[in-house]
């Protein structure tokens, strides 16, 4: 038998002490090559201070060095809370001294000791609130419950009841890209009805094309240029945080607001009723909500907005009709009764070529802009759509980018890459990446595009209201200077001419469909990746699986189940070699008997 002992020593092995500083060498290595790596990409390094070891206890002055740290540390406690207490008193209007006396007063009852010593930074404890600053928070309360909230009702269930139950049909557009909003069923639908043709977000584009756009629809239609409040307006930095203080700013402000007013006055006193009913529709994200919420003067019905739909576990657009009703601003005026639908939802249609149903999918998310569109998994065929449409000088001095083909989405994307470093591995251009800063700047504004109607339309002399809109709204070469945006001219969009869903009933739960248009390009319009692979998931349902199949397919499943034969008995096992030591032989020799089984 061989010899078995204890190991007595804990002493490692030269493989494990080798191993141990290969290990450690390795490790200084990949630190040193992330740092040259942080350094070359420009990030701010934190190097790791020393813990301070303290003082020695031999050392002679120890308790007056310790003396005099907890001295500084008190006066900037007390200079921390000095600064606080300015605030404070700012904010509440009252002296500083006023403060300190109530604060040193009011609830702290110096003679108990609470077992934390008096050692005069009794001042440093979180004081009771003042009397002052109480009385400021109480009248800021009985503000807000002053002020009248107007109610707001469910409306219709189905967009035909709307246009059935509305005597003027408001349709919000926008001005970017009026015709591509605009439903041909739709003006078919309201003949009957007033229309009036809202320009809303009129101040992000030229005068020139405003006025063009203006001369071109009033041929046929009642138009009217407009601008909502700026409370209502989409944030310059919508990918961004909100910041902790927000600034007040009005919502009374609105471009256009007395001419749509004095219209409806106009339209009621025709009807000689005492209330007019008017439908506010729309695409997604054409402004409808916020241009109720102009007109009432107060936040009364939710709007887009990037901060909530991030966070939102249910829909954060208008996914149900609301009414809301108020008074024309004057004297012994109608009411009216405002209805908010949803945006425009579309018959799905059936197209002959994959070309078109994927330019289609890209018009409706661009048009739409909802949701964070630049990430997208495949982002080229939107910017494909972009590109097709838009101006190759502009793109070129908007982006510096050198020349390149009309509509070349190659040599458009493969610029852009090169001027924002976006070079992979072996100098291969990501395509990707600069497609998603196009989107980007799409979603945010920067990306300023305008259209002009087809043809030479002469420009038709403005109106009384227009000159409220036009005289802040900036031309062609003041928004070229301006170097916050890039404005692009882009070929105008066509009038859509699917039809629309009349007698579909509107769900709260399908948040993620809403706002028109095929399915498949608005579950393309969410945020992430996991809410675009539901979108293709229902995209496949809807193009022929049905419910019925899919109880086949699990009926054949389990008759599978249940004729399955039974198991087979495992397969044989390799043969081990066991080895033992038999007792030496008669020649001395120590032999191994090897038992196979």
């Known amino acids: 038998m061989p010899r078995i002992r204890k190991k007595t020593s804990k002493r490692g092995t030269t493989h494990q002490r080798e191993k141990i500083k290969h290990k450690a060498a390795g490790q200084r290595k990949k630190v040193k090559k992330q740092a040259r790596k942080d350094k070359a990409a420009g990030k701010i390094i934190q190097k790791k201070s020393k813990k301070d070891p303290g003082i020695p206890n031999n050392f002679p002055y120890k308790d007056q060095i310790l003396a005099e740290v907890a001295e500084q540390r008190r006066e900037a406690a007390a200079e921390k809370q000095r600064r606080k207490d300015e605030k404070r008193a700012a904010a509440a209007g009252i002296d500083v001294d006023d403060l300190e006396t109530t604060q040193t007063t009011e609830g702290i009852d110096i003679g108990e000791n609470d077992g934390q010593g008096f050692d005069g930074i009794m001042s440093l404890r979180p004081a009771l609130m003042s009397s002052a600053l109480k009385n400021k928070k109480d009248s800021k309360n009985v503000t807000k419950e002053q002020t009248p909230a107007i109610p707001v009702s469910p409306g219709p269930p189905t967009f035909r009841d709307v246009m059935q139950k509305a005597d003027v049909i408001l349709y919000v557009v926008d001005a970017r890209d009026p015709a591509a909003g605009i439903s041909d069923a739709l003006l078919k639908e309201a003949k009957d009805k007033s229309l009036v043709v809202l320009l809303n977000k009129a101040d992000t584009i030229p005068r020139e094309s405003l006025v063009k756009w203006l001369a071109h629809f009033r041929s046929s239609y009642t138009v009217l240029p407009f601008r909502v409040s700026s409370a209502f307006l989409p944030s310059a930095t919508p990918f961004e945080p909100p ?65 909530t739909a991030a966070s939102a576990k249910g829909p954060f657009t208008t996914a149900l009709a609301q009414e809301v009703v108020v008074a024309i601003p004057g004297a012994n005026t109608p009411k009216v009764r405002f209805v908010d639908t949803p945006g425009l939802q579309y018959v799905r249609a ?201 109880e086949v397919n699990a009926e054949e499943e389990e008759d ?21 030591f038999a007792l030496p032989m008669g020649d001395g020799k120590r032999r191994r008997k090897r038992d196979w089984t």
């Open 350 to 550: 059936e197209y002959s070529a994959e070309k078109e149903k994927e330019e289609t999918r890209a018009r409706d998310i661009l048009l739409r802009c909802r949701g964070r569109i630049d990430r997208l998994k495949d982002p080229l065929f939107a910017v494909s759509h972009i590109v097709s449409r838009a101006d190759t000088q502009d793109l070129m001095l908007a982006y510096d980018l050198p020349a390149f083909v009309q509509g070349d989405l190659t040599g458009f994307l493969g610029g852009l890459a090169r001027v924002s470093g976006l070079i992979k591995k072996r100098g291969v251009l990501d395509h990707a990446g600069a497609g998603r800063i196009v989107l980007r700047d799409w979603s945010t504004g920067k990306f300023a595009r305008y259209t002009v109607p087809p043809g030479t339309s002469t420009c038709a002399p403005s109106e009384d209201g227009d000159e409220e809109v036009l005289a802040t709204v900036r031309s062609r070469k003041e928004l070229r200077k301006a170097g916050d945006v890039k404005l692009i001219k882009l070929q105008a969009g066509e009038v859509d001419e699917r039809d629309v869903e009349w007698d579909v009933a509107w769900e709260e739960d399908c948040g993620s469909s809403i706002g028109g248009g095929d399915g498949d390009e608005d579950h393309e319009e969410e945020d992430g990746d996991e809410e675009e692979e539901d979108s293709d998931a229902q995209s496949k349902i809807g193009d022929g699986d049905t419910d019925k199949g899919s």
């Open 243 to 307: 910041s902790k203080k927000p600034k007040t700013v009005p919502m009374n402000d609105a471009l256009g607001l007395k001419a749509l007013w004095s219209h409806l006055d106009e339209l009621a006193k025709k009807k000689k009723s005492d209330e007019l009913v008017v439908a506010v529709t729309g695409v997604t994200n054409a402004g409808k909500s916020a241009v109720i919420n102009s007109l009432l003067g107060v936040d009364a019905l939710s709007i887009y907005n990037t901060h």
């Open 560 to 580: 599978e189940e249940d004729e399955a034969p039974e198991l087979l008995p495992p397969p044989p096992t390799k043969r081990k070699r066991r080895v033992s």
